[in-house]
């Protein structure tokens, strides 16, 4: 434990957002797993957030939980100078290297009956909250560094009720080939992960609950099975690997093979 922890001096360290559970979570422990210090944000659950803290140091890693409405772009000067003074406090940084645009919710509506409510919700928490998030946080990252942004399937396949979400998302796809490219010049790789179907609590956990949708999603799946949070963790960490290092601006599906 004090040996690992001896280290941590020199190691990586993560922004993941919406991280106190589900996918975030997920990837987090893995990036910890990998030698990885971890900032992460959570919404409104402090609990949830303080005990994947201590579950991160337990594992001889660092960790700090921050609280983040990634839909309120208006707070995020306080949030980066939040970031800044933990990384002072913490780690003795001015920066850090990695950062995973993860948080989000779910709205399943037809398209017919989408509300321009629900529309603009998912704009703000989806597309104009990584894009602004980001944005405030470069000051903060440090060159060579790596983002990956978080998608989803419905960008390639599309299934009712998922009209603006999936939008938001192919945004976030586009968004990452031109962040990819004008961060270059600092060596920052940029790539964008889509999961497919996944048995968590997101979206009000139908997939998880719902026996008829998941065996739906298991029906198109190669892999004959809907995915789960330790499906996607490890591959969002994976691309912080140096051995991925030379992986940029790509679109990398996390699905087990659905709609083939």
């Keep these: 434990m004090h040996h690992a922890r001896s280290h941590s001096m020199s190691s990586k360290i993560a922004v993941v957002t919406g991280a106190s559970r589900g996918l975030g979570k997920n990837t987090a422990l893995k990036l910890a797993a990998q030698g990885v210090d971890v900032i992460l944000t959570y919404h409104s659950n402090l609990a949830e957030a303080q005990a994947l803290v201590a579950e991160i140091t337990q594992a001889g890693r660092r960790a700090a939980a921050l609280q983040l409405d990634v839909g309120l772009s208006a707070t995020f000067d306080a949030f980066a100078a939040q970031v800044r003074h933990e990384l002072s406090r913490q780690w003795q940084r001015e920066n850090f290297d990695f950062l995973v645009n993860n948080a989000g919710i779910g709205i399943h509506a037809a398209f017919a009956d989408t ?15 990584p894009y602004f998030l980001t944005q405030k946080l470069l000051p903060l990252m440090a060159d060579h560094g790596r983002i990956v942004n ?29 962040m990819a490219k004008e961060l270059g010049s600092r060596g920052i ?16 956990g139908a997939v998880r609950d719902n026996a008829e949708l998941n065996r739906f999603v298991a029906s198109n799946t190669a892999l004959g099975r809907a995915g ?10 994976a691309l912080f ?13 996390i699905s087990g093979g659905m709609f083939l």
């Design 189 to 204: 790789a940029v790539n964008v992960v889509a999961p497919g179907a996944i048995a968590t609590d997101f979206g009000g």
């Design 150 to 178: 978080v998608s989803s399937g419905l960008t390639r396949f599309s299934l009712p009720g998922y009209s603006a979400y999936a939008a938001m998302k192919g945004g976030i796809e586009v968004l990452t080939r031109y």
């Design 241 to 253: 690997l140096d051995s991925n290092r030379w992986v940029n601006a790509q679109r990398i599906e």
């Design 228 to 237: 789960q949070a330790d499906d996607i963790g490890g591959a969002i960490a």
């Design 115 to 129: 509300t321009e409510e629900q529309f603009d919700q998912l704009m703000n928490i989806q597309l104009k909250g």
